[in-house]
C-alpha cells in the first residue's frame, strides 16, 4: 500500500506581551540613583523548527502593535530629582489591553505596524551572542525605544513550505 502524506493548511498566531523594565509610571529606572533613566526597549525573536531546524518566522514590521504604557510623555522627568508618576513633566500613558485581543478573529487593522530598529540603538545585552540570528530578524518596537514600555502584538505566520 503506498504512503500517504497529508499536510495540514494551519497557520500560527503569536500573541505577545512585550515590555521594558519600569519602576513606575513615570516610565524611569533607577529613580533616586545618579543613574535615573528612560528605559531603552528593543525586541527580537525568531522561531525555529526544531524537527527541519529552518527558521519559520522572524520579528520584523509585519507585527502589528499596540503600546498599552507610554511614559514619560515628557522627557524632561528623566532630569526630576523627585518625580512622580502623572504630576508636572511627569505624566504618562495607560490602558488596557482590549479584552478579545488573543482572538484569532480580533481586528488589529487599527495597530501600527511594528517599527525595525538598528543594533545599535537598541543596545542588546547579555546572550544576544549566543544565537544565530537570522539576518530577517530585526529588532521591533514602537516608535520611540524610551518611552514605549508597554506592547501588545500580534503576527500571523503561514505553514512554512
Not at 545618579?34 to 528593543?42: E, F, L, T
Not at 485581543?101 to 549566543?130: C, R
Amino acid at each position: 500500500m503506498p504512503k500517504v502524506l497529508r499536510f495540514l493548511q494551519t497557520t500560527l498566531e503569536l500573541n505577545l506581551i512585550i515590555k521594558d523594565f519600569k519602576q513606575n509610571d513615570t516610565g524611569l529606572e533607577y529613580i533616586g540613583a545618579k543613574n535615573q533613566q528612560m528605559g531603552d526597549g528593543g525586541f527580537i525573536m525568531q522561531l525555529t523548527d526544531t524537527d527541519t531546524n529552518k527558521v519559520v518566522a522572524v520579528s520584523d514590521k509585519s507585527f502589528k502593535c499596540e503600546i498599552l504604557h507610554k511614559a514619560p510623555l515628557n522627557k524632561l522627568c528623566e532630569s526630576e530629582s523627585n518625580p512622580v508618576a502623572g504630576e508636572g513633566v511627569c505624566t504618562f500613558m495607560s490602558k488596557e489591553a482590549p479584552t478579545n485581543w488573543l482572538q484569532s478573529n480580533f481586528d488589529d487593522t487599527n495597530w501600527a505596524n511594528a517599527v525595525e530598529h538598528n543594533f545599535a540603538d537598541v543596545g542588546p545585552k547579555d546572550g544576544y551572542d549566543d544565537i544565530n540570528w537570522d539576518e530577517n530578524a530585526k529588532f521591533i518596537w514602537g516608535e520611540d525605544l524610551e518611552t514605549d514600555n508597554t506592547l501588545i502584538c500580534k503576527a500571523t505566520i503561514e505553514q512554512p513550505q
